[in-house]
């Protein structure tokens, strides 16, 4: 279990580390949904740089716990990328594929910086390696749910992250 206090006390840190490394510009910041819609509103109150926001929805797992390597697009981004820095913030990396997905989609409308803030990372789990910028906490190859991490599209609305047993 990640208790609510110590997710907040590292998200505090990781947007210490954002702020600092990207003072002077004005990064968009975008959220993978729905997965990371209370990691996004919680990280980005930390940020003290002018910023932009936006959001992209990909669907890769349907309802079940593994992933299909399926990769679709059900949101498309709204702001310009081009010439931008541009931070994805991702609930969690799992096997890559989405994150892979979303390099690709952002290189081709060619972005100033692209860097990847992730609140959970399942190294063992990855099987497209990807470069990780900021991550919150590793956590071994197991199903998690609570704080905007869902199964079946439920619990996202738990105040901590929980390991779904089974
Ligand atoms: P990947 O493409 O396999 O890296 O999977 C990434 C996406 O799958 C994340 O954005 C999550 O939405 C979802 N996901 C992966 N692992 C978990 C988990 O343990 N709990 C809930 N959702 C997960
Ligand atoms: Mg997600």
Redesign the pocket.
């Known amino acids: 279990m990640i208790g609510d206090r110590r997710i907040k006390a590292r998200i505090r840190e990781l947007a210490r580390q954002i702020n600092k490394d990207y003072k002077g510009t004005v990064p968009v910041f975008i959220g ?1 949904l729905n ?1 990371s819609f209370i990691f996004f509103a919680d990280l980005i109150r930390e940020i003290t740089i002018e910023c932009e926001v936006d959001f992209l929805k990909l669907s ?2 349907g309802d079940a716990k593994i ?1 299909s390597g399926n990769v679709r697009m059900l949101k498309e981004l709204n702001c310009e990328v081009e010439n931008r820095d541009i931070i994805i913030v ?10 892979e997905y979303i390099k690709k989609l952002i290189a081709q409308k060619n972005p100033k910086s692209f860097r990847i803030v992730t609140l959970l990372y ?1 190294r063992e789990a990855v099987k497209i390696p990807i470069a990780i910028d900021y991550v919150g906490f590793d956590i071994p190859k197991e ?3 609570g704080y905007g ?3 079946a599209q439920r619990m996202r609305n738990l105040k901590h992250i929980y390991r779904l047993k089974g």
Do not use: A, C, Q, R
């Open positions: 993978i997965g890769s797992y992933t991702e609930d969690v990396v799992d096997s890559g594929l989405s994150m399942k199903f998690v749910i991490l869902d199964y």
